[in-house]
Every structure is written in C-alpha cells, then in structure tokens.
C-alpha cells in the first residue's frame, strides 16, 4: 500500500493513471485508488497524549505543492516548518511490528445507513480508535475508491490479537448490519513517512510476510447466504442483475444447440452501461450471471434445455458466467476480460474503481461487481453520459445532462 498526499497541482485521477504505468513493467496490472475526502483522524494531526486535534489550518494546506513537498524530506528547517504547522510529522521509532488496514467498502445492495446512522457510525469508529490502547500510528479516512471508510493503525508482534479484537469492534458498530463487509490487510514493517509511505514487506522467517486473514464474520459473508440476500431484493438503484457479459443468452437459452456467440455489444449496453450508471449517481451491485425466473419458467422444465438443473435462488435462475468459459477458457480469463472491458470502454480510473468479487453458487461462478460513487464523471465510449434513476439506466444529453452535471448526483 502507498499513501500519499497531493497538493492540487497534481489531480488524483493523473497520479493514479501515471503510478500504473510506472508498475505496469513489475506485472501489477491495477492500481487501486483511494481519494480522501475527510480525513477523520491522521496520525499527523492527532496529540494522542492530550487527546485533541491539531489539524493544520486551510491556509497551509492551500499553499502546499510538489516542489515544498520534496524540500522537506532534504531540508530539516522545512521540516521542522512543517511539523510547527501539522503538515508534517516523523514518526518516532516503535520498533517492529504490524501495520494493519481495515477497508470498509460502500454498503451492498444499495442498503445506505440513514444519515444519522451514517454519522453514528462513523464518531463511534472515531471514539473507539483515539481511545484504543497499544495501537499506533491510528488513522482513519473517509473518501471513495475501494473504501468508504479506511482505518490505519500498527501494533507490536505481541499484540496480535488487538487486530482481529478491534476488526469485531468495528463490526458490531452496525457496518455488519447495512451489508458492509470489513476487510483487513497485514503488513511488517514500514519507513519513515513525510509526504509519502510506503509499506516494507519483510522476508525474514522471523517477521510476518504480507498476507490478508477475514474474520469468523467476514468468512461467514463469503458463504451462499450473501448472494441470496442480494438476490433477495429486487433491481433498484442500487442494484443490478446481469445473466451473462458477452454471451448472447436468448440463442444460447432458445436454441437447443446451445451456441456460444458472444458479442462485444451485450457488455457495452448491459453491464459496461451499468457500471457507468452507478458511477455517476450514488453507486451500487451488479451481478453478473443470474436470470429471472419468471420469464424462463417453460424452459426450466425441459430436461435437455440449457437451463435444466441450474440451481435456484428464490426468483433467479443461477447460470453463472461458466458458459462464457468457452470464450474465457477460466474464471481468471473471464475476470481479466471484464477489467479490459471497463478500462477499454469507461476508463482505467474506473477500471481502478470497481471492485470484482467472484462468488461460488451450488457450482456456479457468479461476479459480483462493486461500484463505488464515482470521483469524476465517466462516460460509455466517451460520449455516452448515463444515470440510475427509478431502477434504470438513463442516458443523459445536452441541457439535462449538464444541468445533472453541476448540480451533483441525485
């Protein structure tokens, strides 16, 4: 993981795109983005001896660019400038230990805590992690990106434990409750931050190497049940549900042949389209390989149809992405087909933004695709601006979509 901080000169979506570029050579293929939009609680801002906040003022924050930026890891009189005025911090030694990540994605299916949840949830995260004892370096953001909420801290080898006690804290808050899953990510080590840090990840048997654990309650999230609590809602504006990416299903489920055609068009005016419909309003699930039950109801009772013995999901049909296997050879194929797809017809920012899980149904490979409000508009193939209103996706053009523009997401 990579923090850092940009002055206004550089944009976030510029930094994310260059950074890719610069690890594309090392095989990483996504870089994703995290834009900070308060941040609640940073290590640098906060006298945890005398409890209280020492956040910089705007004015500081205002003149702060690249160049000043890089004064201060050379120059000790910048630093110390910095430091007086909480822009900057060196963090004292604490010795080895682990430095851990706890990500808490938007809500799924579209199940938004009210504002007064919201807010709740949010000063009672604040008031455990100030009063936590034996973690350090405590920091906590709210923005988007792949995260609603990011919360930072490390604590020493022996204090293990801490970790997975604050990530059941943080659960029983009520993120459990709006279908928010919690992950946590582990690192060793780390180097001394001014503007930037980056994690170290040690390769002596003696220290722990990166890895990343779940829960008993984020494991249990991993099973059918959260598939069908989606499945359980009806398509809205925060949900969406998709049969196939490419596949052309009405041949695939009509023809007893069974032919695999497979067409770029079905993506760009069903899931792609939805992607940027999400984007651009409040955000939301799509499920990719699931059909309604309803308007197949016939064919399930043929034994040699396509749909026979597919398993059901109260008023879904699972098929799962497995037909398109013959065009993706793997779930890793089909995987990378899809992030192509959104980077080649969205945009790589986006690419960065949407979050695919892929979920195992009675044998059946569903995706389930997270997409977060987005930080910018995004358009379909450049020039195509679409919404989620009323459990669709709109377009939008000329006067509307502009007036939609500069008065925000509704």
Known sequence: MIRVWLPKDIGGGAFTRMLQGELE????????????????????????????????????????????????????????????????????????????????????????????????????????????????????????????????GKVSFEAYPLIDDLVQRVNELGVQGHYIRTYTYLAAGSKKPFTTEQEIIETSPSHITRFSFLSKQEADLTKDFLLEELLSGIEGDHLEVKGSLKLHLDRYINDNRH???????????????????????????????????????????????????????????????????????????????LADLIKDHVGGDASALVTMQPTLYKGKDVIILKVPKGPNWYYLNKNEFYVRRSGSTIPLDGREREVYQKTGRS
Not at 118 to 138: C, F, G, K
Not at 294 to 310: F, G, I, P, S
Not at 312 to 322: E, F
């Open 259 to 337: 032919p695999t055609e497979f067409d770029e068009r079905i993506a760009t005016e069903g899931v792609l389209r939805a992607v940027v419909g999400f984007l651009n309003s409040q955000g939301g699930v799509i499920i990719i390989g699931a059909l309604e039950r309803k308007r197949y109801e016939k064919l399930l009772q043929k034994n040699d149809a396509a749909l026979a013995n597919l398993p059901i999901c109260g008023d879904w049909i699972v098929n799962g992405v497995n037909w398109e296997y013959a065009h993706t050879k793997t779930l890793d194929g089909f995987l990378l087909l």
């Open 25 to 152: 050579d090392l095989g990483c293929t996504r870089v994703l983005p995290f834009f900070v939009s308060d941040p609640a609680l940073h290590w640098c801002w906060w006298n945890k001896g005398e409890m209280k906040e020492l956040e910089p003022s705007d004015e500081d924050v205002d003149k702060l660019s690249a160049a000043w930026m890089q004064r201060v890891e050379k120059d000790n009189n910048v630093l110390n400038e910095a430091s007086s005025k909480h822009l900057a911090k060196e963090i004292e030694p604490q010795g080895n230990g682990i430095k851990f990540f706890i990500v808490i994605p938007p809500p799924m299916m579209g199940v938004v805590p009210a504002i007064e949840m919201e807010h709740l949830i949010r000063q009672n995260l604040l008031d455990m992690l100030v009063s936590a004892e034996r973690v350090v370096e405590t920091s906590m953001y709210l923005g988007s990106g792949f995260a609603w909420i990011l919360i930072k």
